[in-house]
C-alpha cells in the first residue's frame, strides 16, 4: 500500500486529517471495487431499458399481455419468479461465477417485469424516464 494515497487530505473539510484514516485496503482495490459496482448497474439499467422498449414497442404481445388471462398469469409468474430468484442470489452470494448467473437471471425477470408493467400504462414515457435516469447515474460513473 502506497503511504502517498493514505496522506491524502479532504480539501472541502479544510482540516489536514487524511481522508480515509481506518482504511486498511488498497485504494486501487477500492476503486476496483467501484467501478465493478457501477459497470454491474449500468448493465442491469441497460439490460431493463432494451427489454422494457422491445416489449412495449412489439404491440401483439401487449396485447396479449394486457387482453387475456394467459398473459395475465404470465405476468404474476414473472413477477415471482423474479422474487424467488433472490432467494439463492443470497444463499450462493460469494459463489464467483455461478453469481453472476443468477443476477443475470434476475436481472432478466426483472425487466420483463418492467417491461409488462410498462405496458399496461403509458409504457414509452417510462421507457424514455428510465433512459433518462440511466444517463444520470452513468454521467456521475466516471471519477
Not at 481506518?22 to 449500468?42: G, H, Q
Not at 436481472?107 to 421507457?127: H, N, P, R
Request: hydrophobic share 45%; charged share 10%.
Amino acid at each position: 500500500m502506497s503511504d502517498e494515497a493514505l496522506l491524502k487530505t479532504n480539501i472541502e473539510s479544510g482540516s489536514s486529517e487524511p481522508l480515509y484514516p481506518t482504511m486498511v485496503e488498497s485504494p486501487d482495490l477500492r476503486w476496483s471495487f467501484i467501478r465493478k459496482v457501477y459497470s454491474i448497474v449500468a448493465i442491469q439499467l441497460l439490460f431493463t431499458l432494451g427489454v422494457g422498449a422491445a416489449v412495449v414497442s412489439y404491440q401483439p404481445f401487449v396485447t396479449f399481455m394486457t387482453t387475456t388471462i394467459l398473459g395475465m398469469t404470465c405476468y404474476v409468474f414473472i413477477i415471482l419468479s423474479t422474487c424467488i430468484t433472490l432467494w439463492p442470489l443470497y444463499y450462493y452470494s460469494q459463489r464467483h461465477p455461478f453469481n453472476y448467473v443468477l443476477l443475470g437471471i434476475f436481472s432478466l425477470g426483472f425487466s420483463f417485469a418492467v417491461g409488462m408493467s410498462c405496458a399496461f400504462t403509458s409504457g414509452t414515457l417510462k421507457i424514455f424516464e428510465q433512459l433518462d435516469f440511466f444517463s444520470l447515474v452513468n454521467g456521475f460513473n466516471h471519477p
